[in-house]
C-alpha cells in the first residue's frame, strides 16, 4: 500500500514539476513581445484556479446528486424507475460536450455558473451508473445475512452495500472528474474562464506557444487528479 | 418452542409453496427440514424470521405470533446461517462475528470477550483469525465464522439453511461432528434445512419430511427410518436402512456391562454401532470391547446383540 502511495506521490510531483516548467518556459522565454505581456505568472496561476474551481464545483455537485439517486434507485420501492433515469442520462452523455455547453448559455446566460451547471450534467452519467453497476454487484448472499441477522435497511445500506460499492464509485468519480477537466477548457467560450482562455487568445494572436500552454496545463492536472485517485482507490478497495 | 399452525403460502395463483402446515418443534432440539428442492423447506424456515410471510395461517415463537413482533428485533434474536455463508468480505473476522452484538449496541469490550469466546468455541484460534479477512479463510472455516456469527447475540433460535451444502464430504462431516459437539454445550433449538438424508438422520433430533409444501411425516430418526409414512419419503431415506439405524445407536447404550477379553478391538464408548459392526467385519471377531475416553473397559458388544436391537422394533 505503501509502495503504491509513493509512487502516486513521485508522480504528481513529476506532473507538478513539469507543470511548473512548462509555464516557467513560455513566460522567461516568450515567442514574442505580445505573448510576455499575455502570459505572466500570476494570470497562469489565476486561469489555473479558475479551472480546478470550475471541475471541483460541477464535480462535487455531480457526485451530491449522482450518488444518492443512485442509492435511491437501487432501493425495491423505486426500481420501477431505474431503467428510465438510466437511460435518459444516457441519452443526455450522448449530446455533444459543446453542444451541452451551448444549451446552457441559452438557459443561464454566460459565465462560470453555465461553465460549472453543462460539466455538472456531464459528470452525472459515470458517477450514477458505477453507483448503479458497485451496488448491484453486491452479492445476495451478503444482503440475504445482513437482513436475516436483523439489520434495519438503512444499516444494511451504510454498513454493507455502500462500503462494497465504493471502489466501483469511486472509479466513476475518478472518471467524471478527469473527463471534466478536459472539459473545462470549453468554460471559456462562455466567459467562465479557466485554463481555456489561455487557448482561444492563443488561437487569436496565431501563437503556439500560448496555444500548448493553455491544453498542457489541463492535461497535467488530469493526470495528477488521476494519479491521486490511485491512493483513494487503494483506500477504499478494502 | 416454534409451532406452525396451518400455514399455507404460494406465489401468484399456480404455485402453492406451503400448504397447510402444521408442525411443532421443541425447545433445545435440532428439527431437520428435509426434502427435494422446491418442497418448501427453505420457505418455512424464513417464515420462523419473518424473510418470508405466510398467506395464512400463524407462525408461533415461545407461543408469540412472530407477526406481532418487529421483524428487526425478532431477527437479532434468531441466529441465521446460510449455504453461502454470506460473511461481509469488506469486514475481519472479529468485525462479522460482532455484527448482532454490535446491531445490540453492546458495549465495547462485551463484544470483543464475545468474540473471542465463540472464535475459541468454533475452534478457531482468536489471536490468529481475529483480524483475517473471510477472503483468507478455506470454506470450512468461513462456516465456522458464519456459525460463530450468529451464534453471537446468544439467540434461542438457530435458522440453518444448508450450512454444510458447499463443502466438500470430508470438511462436511467434520463440521456436523463438530456442530453436534457444540450443540451439546449450546442447547439451542435449531432448525435445519437439508437435501441430505443421511445428514438429516444424523443431525436431527426430529425430522420433517416435506414434499411440494406439504409435511408428509414428523417424527424422530429410528421412526423415520422404520415407519415411513409411505414409499415417497421410503425412496428417500434410501437402501441400507439397517445401516442407518445402526448409525443412530451408540456402543455405550447397546453394550453389556463388565469386563471384556482382552484381545478385543476396543472402541469408544461414542462410537456408532455402525462403526462396532465395521470392526467386527475387519477383524473377523464377533465381539467388540467399549472403553470410556480414558482408556478403562466399560463393557462388551455382541454381534447378536447388534442384529437384535436393530430388528427389534420399538
Known amino acids: 500500500m505503501t509502495d503504491r502511495r509513493l509512487s502516486a506521490g513521485l508522480k504528481v510531483g513529476a506532473y507538478l514539476a513539469a507543470a511548473v516548467a512548462l509555464t516557467l518556459y513560455v513566460v522567461e522565454w516568450p515567442q514574442d513581445s505580445l505573448v510576455a505581456r499575455l502570459v505572466t505568472f500570476p494570470h497562469v496561476l489565476a486561469l489555473t484556479g479558475q479551472h ?4 471541483a464545483l460541477s464535480s462535487v455537485l455531480a457526485i451530491l446528486t449522482a450518488v444518492p439517486l443512485g442509492l435511491m434507485l437501487t432501493r425495491d420501492w423505486a426500481r420501477q424507475w431505474t431503467p428510465r433515469v438510466v437511460g435518459f442520462v444516457n441519452v443526455c452523455q450522448t449530446v455533444p460536450s459543446l453542444a451541452v455547453v451551448a444549451l446552457a448559455v441559452g438557459l443561464l446566460g454566460i459565465g462560470a455558473t453555465t461553465a460549472i451547471v453543462a460539466l455538472w450534467l456531464y459528470a452525472l452519467l459515470p458517477i450514477l451508473n458505477n453507483t448503479l453497476t458497485g451496488l448491484d454487484g453486491v452479492d445476495a448472499a451478503t444482503l440475504q445475512a445482513a ?24 472509479a466513476g468519480v475518478r472518471t467524471a472528474v478527469t473527463v471534466n477537466i478536459g472539459s473545462a477548457i470549453l468554460a471559456a467560450f462562455v466567459g ?9 487568445a492563443g488561437n487569436n494572436i496565431s501563437r503556439v506557444q500560448v496555444v500548448v500552454l493553455g491544453a498542457g496545463l489541463p492535461m497535467l492536472m488530469a493526470l495528477i487528479v488521476d494519479a491521486l485517485f490511485d491512493v483513494a482507490a487503494e483506500e477504499t478497495a478494502g | 418452542m416454534i409451532r406452525f399452525d396451518q400455514v399455507s403460502k404460494s406465489y401468484g395463483r399456480n404455485r402453492q409453496v406451503i400448504d397447510d402446515l402444521t408442525l411443532a418443534i421443541a425447545e433445545g432440539e435440532i428439527c431437520m427440514l428435509v426434502g427435494p428442492s422446491g418442497c418448501g423447506k427453505t420457505t418455512s424456515m424464513k417464515m420462523i424470521n419473518r424473510l418470508v410471510e405466510p398467506d395464512s395461517g400463524t407462525v408461533l415463537v415461545d407461543g408469540r405470533p412472530v407477526n406481532s413482533v418487529d421483524p428487526i428485533k425478532l431477527r437479532l434474536n434468531i441466529g441465521y446461517v ?5 460473511l461481509f468480505p469488506h469486514m475481519s473476522v472479529a468485525d462479522n462475528i460482532a ?11 462485551r463484544v470483543r470477550a464475545r468474540v473471542d469466546d465463540l472464535l475459541a468455541l468454533v475452534d478457531l484460534e482468536p489471536g490468529l483469525y481475529r483480524t483475517k479477512r473471510p477472503r483468507e479463510l478455506s470454506g470450512g472455516q468461513r462456516q465456522r465464522v458464519g456459525i460463530a456469527r450468529a451464534l453471537a447475540g446468544d439467540p434461542r433460535i438457530m435458522l440453518m439453511d444448508e450450512p454444510f451444502g458447499a463443502l466438500d464430504p470430508l470438511t462436511r462431516a467434520k463440521m456436523q461432528d463438530e456442530f453436534l459437539a457444540i450443540q451439546e454445550k449450546i442447547r439451542k433449538t435449531i432448525v435445519f434445512v437439508t ?3 443421511d445428514e438429516a438422520l444424523k443431525m436431527g433430533d426430529h425430522i420433517a419430511v416435506m414434499r411440494a409444501g406439504r409435511l408428509l411425516q414428523y417424527g424422530t430418526p429410528t421412526e423415520i427410518l422404520r415407519h415411513p409414512a409411505d414409499t415417497f419419503v421410503a425412496d428417500l431415506i434410501g437402501s441400507r436402512k439397517g445401516l442407518k439405524l445402526l448409525r443412530l445407536l451408540d456402543c455405550g447404550s447397546l453394550m453389556r456391562q463388565g469386563a471384556a477379553a482382552a484381545d478385543l478391538p476396543v472402541l469408544p464408548a461414542r462410537a456408532t454401532a455402525e462403526q462396532a459392526l465395521s470392526e467386527m467385519l475387519r477383524c473377523g471377531c464377533r465381539s467388540v ?9 466399560l463393557g462388551r458388544l455382541d454381534l447378536d446383540d447388534l442384529i437384535d436391537r436393530v430388528a427389534r422394533d420399538d
Do not use: C, F, N, Y
Open chain 1, 52 to 55: 480546478l474551481a470550475i471541475v
Open chain 1, 147 to 170: 437482513r436475516g441477522m436483523g439489520m434495519r435497511p438503512g444499516r444494511v445500506l451504510r454498513r454493507i452495500e455502500v462500503p462494497l460499492a465504493l471502489p466501483l464509485i469511486v
Open chain 1, 192 to 200: 467562465g474562464g479557466g485554463l481555456g482562455d489561455l487557448i482561444i
Open chain 2, 82 to 86: 446460510i449455504q453461502e455463508i454470506g
Open chain 2, 99 to 109: 455484527t448482532v452484538p454490535v446491531e445490540l449496541g453492546w458495549p465495547k469490550p
Open chain 2, 195 to 197: 437435501h441430505d438424508t
Open chain 2, 289 to 297: 470391547a467399549v472403553a470410556d475416553a480414558s482408556g478403562v473397559t
